[in-house]
T-cell receptor, first 114, second 114 residues
Framework: DQQVKQNSPSLSVQEGRISILNCDYT??????FLWYKKYPAEGPTFLISISSIKDKNEDGRFTVFLNKSAKHLSLHIVPSQPGDSAVYFCAASAEGGGADGLTFGKGTHLIIQP | KAGVTQTPRYLIKTRGQQVTLSCSPISGHRSVSWYQQTPGQGLQFLFEYFSETQRNKGNFPGRFSGRQFSNSRSEMNVSTLELGDSALYLC?????????????FGPGTRLTVL
């Protein structure tokens, strides 16, 4: 049973436009969410996180939105740059009582086209 | 600060053998988590160590074990290797106070079981 789902395996966006990556979760115990970026042959790199007490968190070109009622979060990248081409993982944790570490989605491969 | 380091980077073993992977966390980080990444299952949590004690464990068989030393370095052991154990094994370190602390990943060890 996949508790964190990224339904788009890949996404192609033109340079300079907005990239929107989506993530859905099923476990209502999740209360902390993170996005990681991964290049080939490297480990995931932390991008941005959001606590369930917020609905938006911004860091430069990256903004994460959380809709708790829909159990949905999204990562917006504006403007998209060629270096953003990578696999993006959504992750969740249940800080209050979970003992399962981070639960990851299967990733979305973002391709930024010139 | 140096990042998370993992050794070896690549490893080839045969079925039935055992393997030990090593992870050195970022200086000052007391928590080390291990993940397995495969194309089919994505990133899956194996276990987490904090102050030399296993604090959290994922849903993996007992063939997967680990330990943490007093300097926070961690090792992961897989006994009686199976073909399905072929994967990228990632180690992540964090300050360790909470599950939601930002985890910083190493580059991973690519294990191939023949």
């Amino acid at each position: 049973d996949q508790q964190v789902k990224q339904n788009s395996p890949s996404l192609s966006v033109q340079e300079g436009r907005i990239s929107i990556l989506n993530c859905d979760y099923t476990n209502s115990m999740f209360d902390y969410f993170l996005w990681y970026k991964k290049y080939p042959a490297e480990g995931p790199t932390f991008l941005i996180s959001i606590s369930s007490i917020k609905d938006k968190n911004e860091d430069g070109r990256f903004t994460v939105f959380l809709n708790k009622s829909a159990k949905h979060l999204s990562l917006h990248i504006v403007p998209s740059q060629p270096g953003d081409s990578a696999v993006y993982f959504c992750a969740a944790s249940a800080e209050g009582g979970g003992a399962d570490g981070l639960t990851f989605g299967k990733g979305t491969h973002l391709i930024i086209q010139p | 600060k140096a990042g998370v380091t993992q050794t070896p980077r690549y490893l080839i073993k045969t079925r039935g053998q055992q393997v030990t992977l090593s992870c050195s966390p970022i200086s000052g980080h007391r928590s080390v988590s291990w993940y397995q990444q495969t194309p089919g299952q994505g990133l899956q949590f194996l276990f987490e160590y904090f102050s030399e004690t296993q604090r959290n464990k994922g849903n993996f068989p007992g063939r997967f074990s680990g330990r943490q030393f007093s300097n926070s370095r961690s090792e992961m052991n897989v006994s009686t290797l199976e073909l399905g154990d072929s994967a990228l094994y990632l180690c992540a370190s964090s300050l360790g106070g909470r599950v939601a602390d930002t985890q910083y990943f190493g580059p991973g060890t690519r294990l191939t079981v023949l």
